[in-house]
């Protein structure tokens, strides 16, 4: 079993749909965990850090579920500027490494 | 502010040539990584670093050895190319060990071994 499991997509959607992401990892000892965004080509950018009790910025919210070990990703109001790949990255604590998922493709659709 | 810069973008090389790619950060971060990734294999750690001096490997550090002379500055060598290395390498680094701290990310170097 892989650490960070992503579905790889692509998940197909039309402009203004609700979009969501979901991330599991196998280590019940992860802390820290993140959501980057990767375009084509380019380097991965930090989207968003995934708090304990959740997080919103802007159309975007993460949520973690400790018990169930995944993270979510929830998209509102899809923009065409959304298409990407998403990562999730685990962290493990006490640990120098963080752990990637292989990426969920994300096409917004006009 | 320039954050994380990689050089060179863009690099072919032959079967058992050599090489250097370097990773500079202007932020003062501890700790520095260099990841590669292969289509459908998410970002691999290859060294790291967690200050300067110091290097430890990564989940595939084989065929590649690194260096850390200068806090900003991570090396990444390959003494003898092959095929196998073709791919997109990223430099992250990273303020310190504290909790939910995420890496920046350079813009990446896309190696192509002939």
């Known amino acids: 079993r892989k650490e960070v499991e992503q579905d790889p997509g692509p998940f197909n959607v039309p402009e203004g749909a609700t979009v969501a992401f979901n991330c599991t990892y196998s280590?019940?000892?992860?802390?820290?965990f993140f959501w980057y965004r990767q375009d084509c080509r380019k380097e991965p950018k930090l989207l968003m850090s995934?708090?304990?009790s959740g997080n919103e910025d802007g159309r975007f919210t993460a949520q973690l579920n400790r018990a169930s070990q995944y993270i979510s990703l929830l998209i509102r109001d899809s923009k065409l500027s959304d298409s990407a790949t998403y990562l999730c990255v685990v962290k493990t604590s006490g640990t120098y490494k963080y752990i990637f998922g292989t990426g969920t493709r994300l096409k917004v659709l006009a | 502010n320039a954050g994380v810069t990689q050089t060179p973008k863009f690099r072919v090389l032959k079967t058992g040539q050599s090489m250097t790619l370097l990773c500079a950060q202007d932020m003062n971060h501890e700790y520095m990584y260099w990841y590669r990734q292969d289509p459908g294999m998410g970002l691999r750690l290859i060294h790291y670093s967690v200050g300067e001096g110091t290097t430890a490997k990564g989940e595939v550090p084989d065929g590649y050895n690194v260096s850390r002379l200068k806090k900003q500055n991570f090396l990444l060598g390959l003494e003898s190319a092959a095929p196998s290395q073709t791919s997109v390498y990223f430099c992250a680094s990273q303020p310190s060990q504290n909790y939910n701290q995420p890496q920046h990310f350079g813009d990446g170097t896309r190696l192509s071994i002939l």
């Open positions: 995934v708090y304990s």
């Open positions: 280590n019940s000892a992860s802390q820290s």
